[in-house]
Nanobody, 115 residues
């Protein structure tokens, strides 16, 4: 079992920045592929960005050039740097850890982009 705790969400104005963090409870964190997903009200949960255990990243087209995912295995932490935020980025952001077919989820952190 892996527990994931997200932090860093909040209210930000359009054009602003936030950095989300997700801390994992397991020391085997470096073995997991990690990802950030988001879910807006009434919408499905979509992948925002992912990073493999080898450090290869993938970012959704909707956030490419604005969001960056990174990980620090020494701190069991994955980050999502979000720049140039838009109102349509408003959502609950969830951290995901994947090992084979097993998935673990955090409880999410709310990001609201509004003036």
């Amino acid at each position: 079992q892996v527990q994931l705790v997200e932090s860093g969400g909040g209210l930000v104005q359009p054009g602003g920045s936030l950095r989300l963090s997700c801390v994992a409870s397991r020391s085997s964190f470096s073995s997991y592929a990690m990802g950030w997903y988001r879910q807006a009200p009434g919408q499905q949960r979509d992948l925002v960005a992912s990073i493999t255990n080898g450090g290869t990243t993938n970012v959704a087209d909707s956030v490419k050039g604005r969001f960056t995912i990174s990980r620090d295995n020494a701190k069991n932490t994955v980050y999502l740097q979000m720049n140039s935020l838009k109102p349509e980025d408003t959502a609950v952001y969830y951290c995901n850890a994947k090992f084979g077919i097993v998935n673990f989820w955090g409880k999410g952190t709310l990001v609201t982009v509004s003036s």
